[in-house]
């Protein structure tokens, strides 16, 4: 599995990426690949605001659908719109193929995240 130095990982899977005043959030290798192939992916309408840990959207693949859930709180700035005719983008490079941008209301949720090896020890956990 591949995992990025330099962001942030949940347990439900998701990855966040700080840059300045906003944030990238897309699921992990890991999580890409226990789906197996995406066919459609649920995003937010950008304005909308939610709490850290809420479902913002869902995905499908051909075995499952899961929601995704945030993992700070903040507002929505805009949806991948490369996923929505190509969703499979995700299985390709789920760390390049971003699902949400957003504005992060406050960066001490980023503080209940896991760094990238204490994901990786915690993936060893799961399997």
Same mark, same amino acid.
């Given at each position: 599995m591949k995992i990025v130095q330099g962001l942030f990982y949940t347990k439900s899977h998701e990855w966040i990426r700080v840059e300045d005043e906003e944030a990238f959030v897309g699921l992990t290798d890991y999580a890409q690949h226990e789906l197996?192939? $995406?066919?459609? /992916?649920?995003?937010? =309408?950008?304005? =909308?605001?939610?709490? +850290?840990?809420?479902?913002?959207? +869902?995905? =499908?693949? /051909?075995? +499952? +659908?899961?929601? $995704?859930? $945030?993992? /700070?709180g903040g507002e929505i700035l805009e949806g991948n719109s490369a996923l929505e005719d190509s969703p499979e983008l995700i299985n390709e490079d789920p760390y390049e193929n971003w699902i949400i941008k957003m504005k992060i209301g406050d960066e001490k949720d980023l503080d209940a995240l896991m760094n990238a090896s204490k994901y990786e020890a915690y993936l060893e956990e799961v399997e």
């Open positions: 197996g192939d $995406i066919v459609f /992916v649920d995003m937010p =309408e950008p304005g =909308e605001t939610f709490e +850290a840990g809420d479902a913002f959207g +869902a995905i =499908e693949s /051909v075995k +499952a +659908a899961s929601d $995704i859930y $945030i993992p /700070v």
